[in-house]
């Protein structure tokens, strides 16, 4: 596949605020460099639509744009290459198919990166797995609203939930965590959409590793989707709008338990009372 790369200049300071505004666009990956972020776009995705979604992005957080036509190669043997594995403290690691297993933790997953989001590397998931250990998943119903490569809802089906669900908008995230719940050889049912798609009932976990503003407007919906006492774990927000995405949520009904902080970025642990 041919790919368009984005060279994207700005502000050290303000690197991740960008991030965190330009993940949810249709951008395939992200790489930083010295002088702000290289991101990758399917030369099919690219058009008018996503040129006004960065010009939006622009004019909220300025930045400078430069664009060059990529020839088509083998991008997974460039993304697997710069893959390491990822070691959660005693609970967890996370390795390509390509790394030889490493003992040590309760948790071993095999993640197969493609081109898809969550791999560990970045510190919300990194944040939603160290903060799993710390949650009761055995035998309760787990969302993973937003799964990416599926790290998450294949770490809750690990962990023995009785049933796991995955989103995602994006159908090569879809067919991606599909691929690596097989290589883990744990089962879950993977869903492309919206939280509308996701069947039967609410859910005693919801797992959210998304971006403050798809957070907040699905706040109805994840509290309908959250069971009474119930757990929303929530990531991929900085730790400058922890003020204002708790004042969100509390007004929407839920009630605050936890932050916990790496870099930048934070993961909040809420209740549905």
């Known amino acids: ?18 991030l965190a505004l330009l993940e949810p666009l ?15 776009v399917p030369e099919e995705r690219w058009g008018e639509y996503l040129e006004r979604q960065l010009a939006d992005v622009q004019a909220v957080l300025p930045f400078r744009l430069h664009r060059r036509s990529l020839a088509d190669q083998n991008w997974n043997a460039q993304w697997e290459s710069a893959f390491s594995p990822v070691r959660v403290g005693r609970f967890c690691t996370i390795r390509a198919p390509f790394h030889p297993s490493e003992p040590g933790t309760t948790y071993e997953l095999v993640i197969h990166p493609k081109m898809a989001f969550g791999t560990g590397h970045h510190e919300t998931t990194y944040l939603m797995v160290e903060q799993m250990e ?26 023995g939930a009785r049933a796991v669900h995955a989103l995602d908008i994006e159908r090569e995230a879809c067919a991606n965590t599909l691929e690596n719940a097989r290589l883990n050889e744990v089962g ?16 005693d976990i919801v797992l959210a590793n998304i971006t403050r503003n798809v957070i907040t407007s699905h706040l109805p919906a994840l509290f309908e989707r959250t069971l009474p006492e119930g757990v929303l774990l929530l990531s991929g927000v900085l730790k400058k709008e922890e003020l204002l995405l708790k004042t969100e949520l509390l007004s929407q009904g839920f009630e605050w338990e936890h932050s916990q902080y790496r870099g930048d970025w934070i993961c909040m642990r809420v209740l549905r009372p």
Do not use: H, N
């Open 26 to 40: 249709a951008i395939d990956a992200f790489e930083e460099t010295d002088s702000g972020w290289r991101a990758y």
């Open 134 to 159: 710390q949650l009761r998943i055995r035998g309760r119903r787990v969302l993973d609203f937003g799964c990416g490569t599926g790290l998450l809802a294949i770490l809750a089906a690990k962990m």
């Open 188 to 203: 879950l049912e993977v869903f492309q959409g919206g939280l509308s798609v996701a069947p039967g009932a609410a859910y």
């Open 1 to 18: 596949m041919a790919y368009i790369q984005l060279d994207i200049e700005v502000a050290e300071a303000q690197k991740e605020a960008l």
